[in-house]
């Protein structure tokens, strides 16, 4: 199994809380991205980083936000939550080159 | 730009049988990758098989394997010896030089015991 991890995987929040969804990979990936999944549904990439300090916005427009501090970590926040933000949150990684997609087992978010 | 399309939203089989999912995809480039990943339910999504463009050898992992037809735009997915743990949803997803990751909208499949 690929070495990245997601936490939490479930979280169920009220409206208007400020959440942070945790990605650390140890593979050493300069590329990581983050995916909005409903359930069941095709993958929209909200977020992607090409390294530290780099940080660039998906194809699907999303109001969270995210950080790139370390090359291993990736999270990804929301300010003030609402329950159209409630989804599934896939995180990646891939190495140099055309190497594949490394997922972790995602955050089912829900709000309230 | 670059498309995925899956035209079965849900397909189901019978253990043990065969079956054959599709996917046609659409780029400008020449120089692409294609995958298959495959999402159990609640479980991580992993890669079942991938295929170079400029290989004309069609890609076998063990029990699954690849219907590449560059020419048409079809990258179908074949799994044989059908077995329970197949259950999953199934991403079909292309990327080309310099661009992102683009999947197709998946298939649900159901392996009937």
């Known amino acids: 199994e690929a070495d990245i991890y997601q936490t939490p995987r479930y979280l169920v929040i009220g409206t208007g809380k400020k959440i942070t969804l945790e990605c650390s990979q140890t593979m050493g990936h300069d590329k990581m991205y983050w995916y909005q999944q409903d359930p069941g549904m095709e993958l929209h990439l909200i977020h992607y980083s090409y390294g530290v300090n780099s940080t660039e916005k998906g194809d699907l427009s999303s109001e969270s936000t995210v950080s790139r501090i370390r090359t291993e970590h990736f999270p990804l926040t929301l300010e003030s939550a609402r329950p159209s933000h409630t989804s599934q949150y896939l995180c990646?990684?891939?190495?140099?080159?055309?190497?594949?997609?490394?997922f972790g087992e995602g955050s089912r978010l829900t709000v309230l | 730009a670059q498309t995925v399309t899956q035209s079965q939203p849900e397909m189901s089989v019978q253990e043990a049988e065969t079956v054959t999912l599709s996917c046609t995809y659409d780029?400008?480039?020449?120089?692409?990758?294609l995958f298959w990943y495959k999402q159990p339910p609640s479980r991580q999504m992993i890669l079942v098989i991938r295929q170079e463009a400029y290989k004309q050898q069609n890609a076998t992992e063990n029990r699954f394997s690849v219907n590449f037809q560059k020419a048409a735009k079809s990258f179908s997915l074949k799994i044989s010896d059908s077995q329970l743990g197949d259950t999953a949803m199934y991403f079909c997803?292309?990327?080309?030089?310099?661009?992102?990751?683009?999947f197709g909208g998946g298939t649900r499949l159901m392996v009937k015991p």
């Open positions: 997803a292309i990327r080309a030089v310099g661009n992102m990751l683009t």
């Open positions: 990646a990684s891939r190495p140099p080159g055309f190497g594949e997609l490394f």
């Open positions: 780029t400008s480039e020449n120089n692409y990758y």
